[in-house]
Protein backbone atom coordinates (compact mmCIF):
# COMPACT_ATOMS: atom_id res chain seq x y z
CA UNK A 1 0.00 0.00 0.00
CA UNK A 2 1.18 3.17 -0.93
CA UNK A 3 1.00 6.98 1.09
CA UNK A 4 0.07 8.16 -2.32
CA UNK A 5 -3.53 6.64 -3.01
CA UNK A 6 -4.29 8.61 0.54
CA UNK A 7 -2.91 12.03 -0.81
CA UNK A 8 -5.19 13.98 -3.16
CA UNK A 9 -4.58 12.67 -6.67
CA UNK A 10 -3.88 16.45 -8.18
CA UNK A 11 -1.40 16.61 -6.23
CA UNK A 12 0.47 13.60 -6.50
CA UNK A 13 0.26 14.51 -10.43
CA UNK A 14 1.62 17.58 -10.13
CA UNK A 15 4.72 18.82 -12.07
CA UNK A 16 6.66 20.82 -9.39
CA UNK A 17 7.64 24.33 -10.56
CA UNK A 18 11.46 23.79 -12.36
CA UNK A 19 13.36 27.30 -11.22
CA UNK A 20 16.34 28.64 -12.77
CA UNK A 21 19.02 26.34 -11.88
CA UNK A 22 21.30 27.91 -8.87
CA UNK A 23 25.00 28.53 -9.39
CA UNK A 24 25.98 26.83 -6.80
CA UNK A 25 24.39 23.33 -7.81
CA UNK A 26 25.88 24.21 -11.53
CA UNK A 27 29.54 24.91 -9.50
CA UNK A 28 28.96 21.72 -7.54
CA UNK A 29 27.68 19.65 -10.77
CA UNK A 30 30.52 20.63 -13.21
CA UNK A 31 33.11 21.70 -10.87
CA UNK A 32 33.42 24.81 -12.20
CA UNK A 33 34.12 28.08 -10.15
CA UNK A 34 31.35 29.63 -9.06
CA UNK A 35 32.24 33.59 -9.11
CA UNK A 36 33.00 32.56 -12.85
CA UNK A 37 29.52 31.05 -13.67
CA UNK A 38 26.92 33.62 -14.81
CA UNK A 39 23.23 33.31 -14.12
CA UNK A 40 20.77 34.57 -16.86
CA UNK A 41 17.91 32.47 -15.68
CA UNK A 42 15.59 33.49 -13.17
CA UNK A 43 15.30 36.99 -14.43
CA UNK A 44 16.98 38.54 -11.20
CA UNK A 45 18.24 42.11 -10.88
CA UNK A 46 22.52 42.08 -12.20
CA UNK A 47 22.96 45.58 -10.13
CA UNK A 48 22.30 43.39 -6.87
CA UNK A 49 20.23 45.19 -3.89
CA UNK A 50 19.59 48.55 -3.86
CA UNK A 51 22.88 50.05 -1.11
CA UNK A 52 19.97 51.28 1.05
CA UNK A 53 18.29 47.86 1.53
CA UNK A 54 21.45 46.60 1.93
CA UNK A 55 21.93 49.19 4.97
CA UNK A 56 18.49 48.19 5.88
CA UNK A 57 19.37 44.42 6.21
CA UNK A 58 22.67 44.62 8.37
CA UNK A 59 20.30 47.12 10.26
CA UNK A 60 18.10 44.35 11.06
CA UNK A 61 20.32 41.64 11.89
CA UNK A 62 20.57 41.72 15.81
CA UNK A 63 16.67 41.84 15.91
CA UNK A 64 16.29 38.68 14.47
CA UNK A 65 14.71 37.33 17.92
CA UNK A 66 11.52 39.51 17.83
CA UNK A 67 8.61 38.64 15.41
CA UNK A 68 7.78 40.65 12.53
CA UNK A 69 5.24 43.04 11.90
CA UNK A 70 2.56 40.05 11.18
CA UNK A 71 0.60 43.55 9.53
CA UNK A 72 3.58 45.08 7.79
CA UNK A 73 2.25 48.42 8.59
CA UNK A 74 5.33 50.74 7.45
CA UNK A 75 5.77 48.74 3.99
CA UNK A 76 1.81 49.11 3.82
CA UNK A 77 1.73 52.23 5.09
CA UNK A 78 4.33 53.62 1.93
CA UNK A 79 2.84 51.60 -0.34
CA UNK A 80 -0.53 52.76 0.34
CA UNK A 81 1.20 56.29 -0.27
CA UNK A 82 3.32 55.93 -3.36
CA UNK A 83 0.25 54.72 -5.34
CA UNK A 84 -2.28 56.75 -3.15
CA UNK A 85 -4.38 54.52 -1.86
CA UNK A 86 -5.40 53.11 1.49
CA UNK A 87 -4.02 50.39 3.89
CA UNK A 88 -6.87 48.37 3.44
CA UNK A 89 -5.74 47.93 -0.57
CA UNK A 90 -2.60 46.93 0.63
CA UNK A 91 -1.71 42.70 0.92
CA UNK A 92 2.17 41.30 1.13
CA UNK A 93 2.99 38.22 0.51
CA UNK A 94 6.38 36.00 0.75
CA UNK A 95 6.82 36.76 -2.76
CA UNK A 96 4.55 37.99 -5.14
CA UNK A 97 3.92 34.36 -5.62
CA UNK A 98 2.74 33.28 -2.11
CA UNK A 99 -0.12 36.21 -3.48
CA UNK A 100 -1.29 33.66 -6.13
CA UNK A 101 -1.43 31.22 -4.21
CA UNK A 102 -3.51 32.83 -1.39
CA UNK A 103 -5.76 34.22 -4.35
CA UNK A 104 -6.08 30.08 -5.55
CA UNK A 105 -7.03 29.34 -1.62
CA UNK A 106 -9.54 31.62 -1.17
CA UNK A 107 -11.15 31.76 -4.93
CA UNK A 108 -10.62 27.99 -6.59
CA UNK A 109 -11.73 24.61 -5.51
CA UNK A 110 -12.88 21.30 -8.01
CA UNK A 111 -15.78 23.42 -9.32
CA UNK A 112 -14.00 26.37 -10.23
CA UNK A 113 -11.74 27.27 -13.04
CA UNK A 114 -8.88 29.80 -13.35
CA UNK A 115 -8.59 31.61 -16.96
CA UNK A 116 -4.84 32.05 -18.49
CA UNK A 117 -3.01 32.48 -21.23
CA UNK A 118 -0.99 29.81 -23.21
CA UNK A 119 2.27 30.89 -22.75
CA UNK A 120 1.87 32.28 -19.40
CA UNK A 121 3.56 32.27 -16.08
CA UNK A 122 3.76 28.36 -15.33
CA UNK A 123 2.64 29.30 -11.53
CA UNK A 124 -0.91 30.18 -12.77
CA UNK A 125 -1.27 26.08 -14.05
CA UNK A 126 0.68 24.54 -10.92
CA UNK A 127 -1.88 26.75 -8.55
CA UNK A 128 -5.10 25.65 -10.18
CA UNK A 129 -3.75 22.20 -10.38
CA UNK A 130 -2.92 21.91 -6.58
CA UNK A 131 -6.48 23.04 -5.85
CA UNK A 132 -8.30 20.72 -8.21
CA UNK A 133 -9.56 23.17 -9.85
CA UNK A 134 -9.98 23.39 -13.69
CA UNK A 135 -7.12 25.34 -15.74
CA UNK A 136 -8.50 26.94 -18.91
CA UNK A 137 -6.13 28.12 -21.52
CA UNK A 138 -6.71 30.64 -24.03
CA UNK A 139 -4.50 30.95 -27.52
CA UNK A 140 -1.90 33.65 -27.58
CA UNK A 141 -1.37 34.65 -30.99
CA UNK A 142 1.97 36.00 -31.61
CA UNK A 143 2.97 35.21 -28.23
CA UNK A 144 0.52 38.25 -26.90
CA UNK A 145 -2.50 37.85 -24.37
CA UNK A 146 -5.83 37.58 -26.52
CA UNK A 147 -8.28 39.89 -24.06
CA UNK A 148 -11.24 39.35 -26.44
CA UNK A 149 -10.90 35.99 -26.37
CA UNK A 150 -10.40 35.27 -23.09
CA UNK A 151 -13.09 37.30 -22.11
CA UNK A 152 -15.28 34.63 -24.40
CA UNK A 153 -13.52 32.07 -22.26
CA UNK A 154 -15.17 33.74 -19.35
CA UNK A 155 -17.94 31.13 -17.50
CA UNK A 156 -20.13 30.76 -14.67
CA UNK A 157 -17.34 28.55 -13.38
CA UNK A 158 -14.60 31.30 -13.78
CA UNK A 159 -13.26 32.32 -10.44
CA UNK A 160 -10.02 34.15 -11.45
CA UNK A 161 -7.92 35.39 -14.48
CA UNK A 162 -4.84 36.26 -14.74
CA UNK A 163 -3.03 38.35 -16.96
CA UNK A 164 0.71 38.45 -16.62
CA UNK A 165 1.51 42.32 -18.08
CA UNK A 166 4.44 41.93 -19.28
CA UNK A 167 4.41 38.20 -19.08
CA UNK A 168 7.04 35.98 -18.51
CA UNK A 169 8.03 34.41 -20.77
CA UNK A 170 7.64 35.97 -23.83
CA UNK A 171 7.91 39.47 -22.53
CA UNK A 172 5.08 40.44 -24.40
CA UNK A 173 2.29 42.79 -23.15
CA UNK A 174 -1.27 44.13 -23.62
CA UNK A 175 -2.14 47.65 -23.83
CA UNK A 176 -5.26 49.84 -22.11
CA UNK A 177 -7.11 49.42 -24.53
CA UNK A 178 -7.59 45.88 -24.77
CA UNK A 179 -7.64 45.75 -21.07
CA UNK A 180 -10.49 48.12 -20.77
CA UNK A 181 -12.77 46.26 -23.61
CA UNK A 182 -11.97 43.22 -21.63
CA UNK A 183 -12.74 44.55 -18.30
CA UNK A 184 -16.14 45.65 -19.72
CA UNK A 185 -17.13 42.76 -20.09
CA UNK A 186 -16.08 40.86 -16.80
CA UNK A 187 -18.60 39.79 -14.27
CA UNK A 188 -18.70 40.39 -10.84
CA UNK A 189 -17.96 36.64 -9.92
CA UNK A 190 -14.63 37.11 -11.13
CA UNK A 191 -11.35 38.53 -9.90
CA UNK A 192 -9.12 39.18 -12.24
CA UNK A 193 -5.37 39.69 -11.30
CA UNK A 194 -3.12 41.69 -13.03
CA UNK A 195 0.37 40.51 -13.11
CA UNK A 196 2.68 43.28 -12.62
CA UNK A 197 6.33 41.43 -11.79
CA UNK A 198 8.27 43.25 -14.16
CA UNK A 199 5.93 47.04 -13.94
CA UNK A 200 8.83 48.87 -13.15
CA UNK A 201 10.88 47.99 -16.34
CA UNK A 202 7.88 49.59 -18.61
CA UNK A 203 8.62 52.60 -20.24
CA UNK A 204 4.23 53.32 -20.49
CA UNK A 205 2.69 51.16 -18.46
CA UNK A 206 -1.29 50.50 -18.70
CA UNK A 207 -3.34 51.95 -15.86
CA UNK A 208 -4.62 49.06 -13.95
CA UNK A 209 -4.86 50.50 -10.85
CA UNK A 210 -8.12 52.46 -11.81
CA UNK A 211 -9.79 49.17 -11.36
CA UNK A 212 -8.72 48.82 -7.73
CA UNK A 213 -9.59 52.24 -6.86
CA UNK A 214 -12.96 51.84 -8.81
CA UNK A 215 -13.49 49.33 -6.68
CA UNK A 216 -13.68 46.43 -9.03
CA UNK A 217 -12.25 42.86 -8.12
CA UNK A 218 -9.27 43.26 -9.46
CA UNK A 219 -5.65 42.36 -7.92
CA UNK A 220 -2.46 44.05 -9.05
CA UNK A 221 0.59 42.19 -8.13
CA UNK A 222 3.73 43.60 -8.00
CA UNK A 223 6.98 42.31 -6.39
CA UNK A 224 10.86 43.47 -4.67
CA UNK A 225 11.94 40.49 -6.93
CA UNK A 226 12.74 42.11 -10.03
CA UNK A 227 13.85 45.86 -10.67
CA UNK A 228 14.62 46.03 -6.82
CA UNK A 229 16.67 43.51 -6.38
CA UNK A 230 15.47 41.17 -3.72
CA UNK A 231 14.49 38.27 -5.01
CA UNK A 232 16.40 36.40 -2.12
CA UNK A 233 14.40 37.72 0.67
CA UNK A 234 10.99 36.55 -0.83
CA UNK A 235 9.14 40.13 -0.78
CA UNK A 236 5.77 40.87 -3.06
CA UNK A 237 2.09 42.80 -2.66
CA UNK A 238 -1.16 43.03 -3.95
CA UNK A 239 -2.91 45.92 -4.69
CA UNK A 240 -6.76 44.96 -4.80
CA UNK A 241 -9.96 46.42 -3.53
CA UNK A 242 -11.05 46.13 0.00
CA UNK A 243 -13.57 43.42 -0.09
CA UNK A 244 -11.04 41.19 -2.13
CA UNK A 245 -7.83 42.33 0.14
CA UNK A 246 -10.00 41.28 3.48
CA UNK A 247 -10.08 37.92 1.98
CA UNK A 248 -6.72 37.66 0.84
CA UNK A 249 -5.45 38.67 4.13
CA UNK A 250 -7.55 35.98 5.78
CA UNK A 251 -5.89 33.23 4.11
CA UNK A 252 -2.04 34.09 5.43
CA UNK A 253 -0.05 32.90 7.84
CA UNK A 254 0.80 35.65 10.57
CA UNK A 255 4.20 36.38 9.84
CA UNK A 256 4.03 35.44 6.20
CA UNK A 257 6.98 37.90 5.39
CA UNK A 258 9.98 38.28 7.71
CA UNK A 259 11.33 41.39 9.44
CA UNK A 260 14.27 41.96 7.12
CA UNK A 261 12.39 41.74 3.85
CA UNK A 262 9.95 44.17 4.73
CA UNK A 263 12.36 46.79 5.96
CA UNK A 264 14.65 46.28 2.79
CA UNK A 265 11.61 46.59 0.99
CA UNK A 266 10.81 49.86 2.54
CA UNK A 267 14.45 51.09 2.06
CA UNK A 268 14.46 50.07 -1.06
CA UNK A 269 11.09 52.13 -2.10
CA UNK A 270 13.53 55.25 -1.51
CA UNK A 271 16.42 54.24 -3.35
CA UNK A 272 15.12 55.75 -6.57
CA UNK A 273 19.02 55.79 -7.83
CA UNK A 274 19.45 52.11 -7.70
CA UNK A 275 15.82 51.55 -9.88
CA UNK A 276 16.94 54.08 -12.57
CA UNK A 277 20.01 52.15 -12.63
CA UNK A 278 18.69 48.62 -13.05
CA UNK A 279 16.48 49.96 -15.70
CA UNK A 280 19.23 52.20 -17.84
CA UNK A 281 20.98 48.84 -17.36
CA UNK A 282 17.77 46.88 -18.86
CA UNK A 283 17.30 48.88 -21.43
CA UNK A 284 21.03 49.30 -22.75
CA UNK A 285 20.52 45.06 -22.09
CA UNK A 286 17.64 44.81 -24.50
CA UNK A 287 18.96 46.22 -27.39
CA UNK A 288 21.88 44.64 -27.32
CA UNK A 289 20.25 41.31 -27.51
CA UNK A 290 18.38 42.61 -30.22
CA UNK A 291 20.56 43.83 -32.29
CA UNK A 292 22.98 40.82 -31.96
CA UNK A 293 19.44 38.36 -33.08
CA UNK A 294 19.20 40.43 -35.68
CA UNK A 295 22.38 40.54 -36.84
CA UNK A 296 22.45 36.82 -36.82
CA UNK A 297 18.74 36.20 -38.39
CA UNK A 298 17.39 34.57 -35.32
CA UNK A 299 13.75 34.52 -34.00
CA UNK A 300 13.02 36.72 -31.01
CA UNK A 301 10.29 37.78 -29.14
CA UNK A 302 10.60 41.80 -29.02
CA UNK A 303 10.14 42.31 -25.01
CA UNK A 304 9.24 44.84 -22.54
CA UNK A 305 10.62 43.15 -19.99
CA UNK A 306 14.15 41.91 -18.22
CA UNK A 307 14.33 38.87 -20.25
CA UNK A 308 14.28 37.88 -23.91
CA UNK A 309 12.49 34.91 -25.68
CA UNK A 310 14.82 33.24 -28.53
CA UNK A 311 15.00 30.65 -30.30
CA UNK A 312 17.87 28.26 -31.04
CA UNK A 313 16.91 25.08 -32.40
CA UNK A 314 16.97 22.31 -29.85
CA UNK A 315 16.35 24.49 -26.42
CA UNK A 316 17.68 21.59 -23.90
CA UNK A 317 20.93 21.09 -26.00
CA UNK A 318 21.49 25.17 -25.94
CA UNK A 319 20.82 24.79 -22.31
CA UNK A 320 22.76 22.01 -21.61
CA UNK A 321 26.01 23.55 -24.23
CA UNK A 322 26.01 26.66 -22.36
CA UNK A 323 25.27 25.27 -18.33
CA UNK A 324 28.92 23.61 -19.56
CA UNK A 325 30.57 26.92 -19.84
CA UNK A 326 28.97 28.31 -17.17
CA UNK A 327 26.52 30.07 -18.31
CA UNK A 328 22.95 29.65 -16.66
CA UNK A 329 19.99 30.17 -19.41
CA UNK A 330 16.94 28.97 -19.13
CA UNK A 331 14.95 25.96 -21.43
CA UNK A 332 11.68 26.55 -22.35
CA UNK A 333 10.53 22.77 -22.66
CA UNK A 334 8.10 23.05 -19.69
CA UNK A 335 6.72 26.28 -21.80
CA UNK A 336 5.58 23.76 -25.16
CA UNK A 337 8.34 26.16 -26.36
CA UNK A 338 11.13 23.64 -26.92
CA UNK A 339 13.09 24.99 -29.64
CA UNK A 340 13.73 28.68 -27.45
CA UNK A 341 15.84 29.57 -24.50
CA UNK A 342 14.87 32.35 -22.34
CA UNK A 343 17.84 34.88 -21.61
CA UNK A 344 17.69 37.55 -18.23
CA UNK A 345 19.27 40.94 -18.69
CA UNK A 346 22.65 41.04 -17.05
CA UNK A 347 25.21 43.25 -16.66
CA UNK A 348 26.93 45.06 -19.88
CA UNK A 349 30.23 42.12 -19.29
CA UNK A 350 27.42 39.10 -18.68
CA UNK A 351 25.66 40.22 -21.85
CA UNK A 352 29.05 39.71 -24.12
CA UNK A 353 29.37 36.55 -22.20
CA UNK A 354 26.54 34.97 -22.70
CA UNK A 355 26.19 35.91 -26.86
CA UNK A 356 29.54 34.78 -26.77
CA UNK A 357 29.05 31.12 -25.19
CA UNK A 358 25.54 30.82 -27.30
CA UNK A 359 27.23 31.78 -30.16
CA UNK A 360 30.18 29.08 -29.58
CA UNK A 361 27.45 26.89 -28.40
CA UNK A 362 25.37 27.05 -32.01
CA UNK A 363 28.12 27.04 -34.54
CA UNK A 364 29.28 23.63 -32.93
C1 LIG B 1 4.97 36.99 -14.10
C2 LIG B 1 5.53 36.65 -12.76
N1 LIG B 1 4.74 36.74 -11.69
C3 LIG B 1 5.18 36.45 -10.46
C4 LIG B 1 6.47 36.03 -10.25
C5 LIG B 1 6.88 35.68 -8.87
O1 LIG B 1 7.83 36.54 -8.38
P1 LIG B 1 8.12 36.68 -6.83
O2 LIG B 1 7.38 35.58 -6.11
O3 LIG B 1 9.57 36.58 -6.69
O4 LIG B 1 7.57 38.02 -6.45
C6 LIG B 1 7.34 35.92 -11.33
C7 LIG B 1 8.72 35.44 -11.13
O5 LIG B 1 9.47 35.13 -11.98
C8 LIG B 1 6.86 36.23 -12.63
O6 LIG B 1 7.64 36.13 -13.69
Redesign the pocket.
Known amino acids: MSIQQFANQFVCDLVAYEPGKPITETARELGLDPEAIVKVA ?2 ENPLGPAPMALDAIRNAATEMHIYPDGGGYKLRTALAEKYDLGLENVVL ?6 I ?1 ELLCHCFLNPEAELIAAEHA ?1 V ?1 YKLMATLFGAGYVEVPDPNFVHDLDAMADAITDKTRLVFI ?1 N ?4 TGTIVGEEAIERFMARVPDHVVVVF ?1 E ?2 FEFLHDAPDTLKYVREGRNVVV ?1 R ?4 AYGL ?1 GL ?3 YGLAAPQVAAILQKARQPFNTNEVAQRAALASLEDTAHVKATVDNNSEGLAFYEAAFQERGMNYVPSVANFILVEVGDGDAVFDGMLKQGVIVRAMRGYKLPGWVRISVGTAEENQRCLEVLDAVLAN
Request: a neutral charge; proline letters at 7%.
Open positions: SNGNGSNEIFVAPNNPDAYLTFSKARIG
